[in-house]
């Protein structure tokens, strides 16, 4: 019991002390009560302006954020300035990285017109900006300068394919016809894969990455034309010299040259130019496109254009000298192999030079298309010049200069079948819609010379002599035709077989006017006289001849045989086979004949033989086998005479 009281009074003691704390506890909160009551008063004027407040603080935040910024930009152009007024010889990158910050400051301030600040400061800024592009002028101006030297000729020859095949060029005497076919080495090549080109390095890709970084920032900057100018100038120069040194005459050298200069300089002109387009021009494409990177397409093919314009016309003053040449048929083939390599470098060029105007290329249109009208008015000119050929003919009888010039030419004219049908299609006149044919010019070359050597046979006072002068040439045209596979099949086997006949025509019509009379000498006819019987024997034949007759047949057989041998040994048929053949024909025909006749007639005069029958049969048959060598019985030289060509 006792513990239960002492806990209970403990318990009580414990409730009084809650109690009490109670009390201070309620008491507390009315004061606080009042407190709050008076704070709540005091603070609400105060909650009034806070938003107004929260403004401001916002705004003095910004505006402590944004001077803390234009600061910046002061130190960064002091930093800037710096390095711009050191240039960019030291640093390049350096400079090109201030270049960029004071962009940026520009733009910055440019945001900030409303300070007052900021005007003085552009104008500070862009005269850094103006200093800096002066700079880099310079240092474009002197990096791109001496960076563009003239390309070695070597290191040039070096970026050919290493199988590339030699351009043909036509270097043989028109006459000599054992030359080798250059359509065959065409198509050889043509059989082949185009062989690839390694352009050449015009400036080390080291300095490719600043050089373009200049250019970008000049252009940025509004020096469009400065950029432009140094550029060409830097580039068309070297150019220049890398076509000096490769030996292309300027256009004041060209016309201090003589013709036969310009010729020999063709075959080089030629690869210079083929190496100029796929080497050169196409090496400066590329270079162009990579100092110019990123800048608008437009700009850089005008850099591009005036860089390699003027060694474009200074290649170009080449074949403009070469169609002033007088329109002679041996210089068509030098034209041929100067329009030749210009098709087919055409679509390069094209491709290359692809500004709006074009006129970077129309000084090559110019050239190509004179080069086809020059080449088609001498191949049409030579026509005429066949026709209208008046050289006389020679003694001997054989293939006449005119022919054998005229089938060699011809012979060359196929040889670049392909260039003159391109040609010739190109050709028009003014009365004439659609360029001209190939095959059918030909055809009509060989008709007026068929027709030039018929008249000249008639100069020929000997018909036997103009049908064997019309056999040699035209079994000259013909041979010629038939060696050639080009020829052949343009011409058709019906004009080989047409021609053929003339020729067999001919050298009949030459036995029957040249051997008739020999041949009546030893002809029975005339004296074999009827006896009145139904046939006539030997015998009867014989003693029904006078003597006087027979004596007087072998005398005229002697004369005539004689007359005709020394004639005709001076006589000459070019071409072994044919002049065997005629030989050959000859004797058949009169050898029989003779032959009979001795048998018959020859113990009439038995006892003057040696006088009257002065050959026999092999003799003949020998000396026939002498005739048409183009000299004298017994003489071991030929009948020369010079032979001019078509008389020009």
Not at 625 to 632: I, M
């Given at each position: 019991?006792?513990?239960?009281?002492?806990?209970?009074?403990?318990?009580?003691?414990?409730?009084e002390k809650?109690?009490?704390?109670?009390?201070?506890?309620?008491a507390?909160?009315?004061?606080?009560?009042?407190?709050?009551?008076?704070?709540?008063?005091?603070?609400?004027?105060?909650q009034?302006?806070?938003?107004?407040?929260?403004?401001?603080?916002?705004?003095?935040s910004?505006?402590?954020?944004?001077?803390?910024?234009?600061?910046?930009?002061f130190?960064?152009?002091?930093?800037?300035?710096?390095?711009i007024?050191k240039?960019?010889?030291?640093?390049?990158?350096?400079?090109?990285?201030?270049?960029?910050?004071?962009?940026?400051?520009?733009?910055?301030?440019n945001?900030?017109?409303?300070?007052?600040?900021?005007?003085?400061?552009?104008?500070?800024?862009?005269?850094?900006?103006?200093?800096?592009?002066?700079?880099?002028?310079?240092?474009?101006k002197?990096?791109?300068?001496?960076?563009?030297?003239?390309?070695?000729?070597?290191?040039?020859?070096n970026?050919?394919?290493?199988?590339?095949n030699?351009?043909?060029?036509?270097?043989?005497?028109?006459?000599d016809?054992?030359?080798?076919?250059?359509?065959?080495?065409?198509?050889?090549?043509?059989?082949?894969?185009?062989p690839?080109?390694?352009?050449?390095t015009?400036?080390?890709?080291?300095?490719?990455?600043?050089?373009?970084?200049?250019?970008?920032?000049?252009?940025?900057?509004?020096?469009h034309m400065?950029?432009?100018?140094?550029?060409?100038?830097?580039?068309?120069?070297?150019?220049?010299?890398?076509?000096?040194?490769?030996?292309?005459?300027?256009?004041?050298?060209?016309?201090?040259?003589?013709?036969?200069?310009?010729?020999?300089?063709?075959p080089h002109?030629?690869?210079v130019?083929?190496?100029?387009?796929?080497?050169?021009?196409?090496?400066?494409?590329?270079?162009?496109?990579?100092?110019?990177?990123?800048i608008?397409k437009?700009?850089?093919?005008?850099?591009?254009?005036?860089?390699?314009?003027?060694s474009?016309?200074?290649?170009?003053?080449?074949?403009?000298?070469?169609?002033?040449?007088?329109?002679?048929?041996?210089?068509?083939?030098?034209?041929?192999?100067?329009?030749?390599?210009?098709?087919e470098?055409?679509?390069?060029?094209?491709?290359?030079?692809?500004?709006?105007?074009?006129?970077?290329?129309?000084?090559?249109?110019?050239?190509?298309?004179?080069?086809?009208?020059?080449?088609a008015?001498?191949l049409?000119?030579?026509?005429?010049?066949?026709?209208?050929?008046?050289?006389?003919?020679?003694?001997?009888?054989?293939?006449?200069?005119?022919s054998?010039y005229?089938?060699?030419?011809?012979?060359?004219?196929?040889?670049?079948?392909?260039?003159?049908?391109q040609?010739?299609?190109?050709y028009?006149?003014?009365?004439?819609e659609?360029?001209?044919?190939?095959?059918?010019l030909?055809?009509?070359?060989?008709q007026?010379?068929?027709?030039?050597?018929?008249?000249?046979?008639?100069?020929?006072?000997?018909?036997?002599?103009?049908?064997?002068?019309l056999?040699?040439?035209?079994?000259?045209?013909?041979?010629?035709?038939?060696?050639?596979?080009v020829?052949?099949?343009?011409l058709?086997?019906?004009?080989?077989?047409?021609?053929?006949?003339?020729?067999?025509?001919?050298?009949?019509q030459?036995?029957?006017?040249?051997?008739?009379?020999?041949?009546?000498?030893?002809?029975?006819?005339?004296?074999?006289?009827?006896?009145?019987?139904?046939?006539?024997?030997?015998?009867?034949?014989?003693?029904?001849a006078s003597?006087d007759?027979?004596?007087?047949?072998?005398?005229s057989?002697?004369?005539?045989?004689?007359?005709?041998?020394?004639?005709?040994?001076?006589?000459?048929v070019?071409?072994?086979?044919?002049?065997?053949?005629v030989?050959?024909s000859?004797?058949?025909?009169?050898?029989?004949?003779?032959?009979?006749?001795?048998?018959?007639?020859?113990?009439?005069?038995?006892?003057?033989?040696?006088?009257?029958?002065?050959?026999s049969?092999?003799?003949?048959?020998?000396?026939?086998?002498?005739?048409?060598?183009?000299?004298?019985?017994?003489?071991?030289y030929?009948?020369?005479v010079?032979?001019?060509?078509?008389?020009?």
């Amino acid at each position: 019991m006792e513990a239960l009281k002492e806990k209970a009074n403990l318990l009580r003691q414990s409730l009084e002390k809650s109690q009490v704390t109670t009390e201070k506890m309620m008491a507390a909160f009315n004061t606080f009560d009042r407190r709050r009551s008076t704070l709540d008063a005091a603070i609400r004027p105060i909650q009034k302006i806070m938003p107004d407040m929260m403004r401001c603080h916002d705004n003095v935040s910004k505006s402590l954020k944004r001077t803390e910024g234009i600061i910046n930009q002061f130190d960064h152009i002091r930093e800037v300035e710096v390095v711009i007024f050191k240039g960019p010889s030291e640093d390049l990158d350096g400079f090109i990285e201030a270049m960029d910050q004071l962009l940026q400051i520009s733009q910055f301030f440019n945001s900030l017109k409303s300070y007052i600040i900021s005007e003085s400061t552009l104008l500070h800024v862009n005269r850094l900006l103006d200093d800096a592009t002066k700079l880099a002028e310079t240092e474009f101006k002197k990096m791109l300068t001496a960076l563009s030297k003239p390309v070695d000729p070597m290191s040039l020859s070096n970026c050919l394919p290493s199988k590339a095949n030699a351009h043909a060029v036509l270097t043989a005497d028109l006459d000599d016809s054992s030359n080798s076919s250059r359509k065959d080495e065409l198509e050889t090549n043509n059989s082949q894969e185009a062989p690839a080109y390694k352009l050449p390095t015009l400036i080390s890709p080291r300095y490719i990455p600043q050089l373009h970084n200049l250019a970008i920032r000049l252009v940025l900057l509004g020096h469009h034309m400065q950029c432009l100018n140094i550029y060409r100038d830097a580039r068309a120069n070297a150019l220049q010299q890398t076509l000096h040194v490769l030996g292309v005459p300027r256009k004041d050298e060209l016309h201090k040259m003589q013709w036969d200069i310009i010729e020999a300089k063709c075959p080089h002109w030629i690869e210079v130019m083929q190496k100029s387009v796929k080497l050169l021009f196409a090496g400066e494409r590329k270079l162009c496109d990579e100092v110019l990177e990123g800048i608008e397409k437009p700009f850089l093919d005008r850099c591009f254009v005036e860089a390699t314009s003027s060694s474009l016309a200074t290649l170009l003053n080449f074949g403009e000298a070469v169609v002033k040449i007088k329109k002679m048929p041996d210089k068509l083939f030098m034209l041929l192999d100067v329009y030749e390599p210009m098709c087919e470098l055409q679509p390069e060029m094209e491709a290359m030079f692809v500004s709006n105007e074009r006129n970077e290329l129309m000084q090559w249109f110019l050239v190509r298309t004179r080069l086809v009208t020059v080449s088609a008015e001498i191949l049409l000119g030579f026509r005429e010049l066949v026709l209208k050929d008046s050289t006389s003919v020679f003694p001997e009888g054989s293939v006449h200069p005119l022919s054998s010039y005229t089938m060699n030419y011809l012979k060359f004219l196929l040889d670049y079948q392909d260039v003159l049908t391109q040609l010739l299609l190109e050709y028009k006149t003014g009365d004439q819609e659609e360029g001209l044919q190939f095959g059918p010019l030909i055809l009509r070359i060989l008709q007026v010379l068929q027709s030039n050597v018929e008249a000249k046979s008639k100069h020929y006072k000997d018909q036997g002599q103009s049908h064997l002068f019309l056999m040699n040439n035209i079994h000259y045209m013909v041979t010629s035709v038939r060696k050639t596979e080009v020829a052949k099949k343009l011409l058709g086997d019906d004009w080989i077989q047409r021609q053929r006949r003339v020729v067999q025509l001919n050298a009949n019509q030459y036995k029957r006017v040249s051997w008739a009379k020999v041949l009546e000498s030893v002809s029975s006819q005339g004296l074999l006289l009827s006896s009145g019987g139904s046939s006539n024997t030997m015998e009867n034949a014989v003693s029904t001849a006078s003597k006087d007759v027979i004596k007087e047949r072998f005398k005229s057989f002697n004369t005539q045989f004689e007359e005709l041998y020394h004639r005709q040994c001076l006589w000459k048929v070019h071409e072994p086979e044919l002049r065997e053949s005629v030989r050959l024909s000859v004797a058949e025909l009169l050898i029989p004949a003779y032959r009979s006749f001795i048998q018959r007639f020859g113990p009439m005069v038995e006892n003057s033989k040696s006088k009257y029958i002065k050959y026999s049969p092999e003799d003949i048959e020998r000396m026939l086998g002498e005739l048409f060598e183009g000299k004298a019985p017994g003489q071991d030289y030929c009948f020369i005479v010079n032979r001019p060509l078509i008389g020009y």
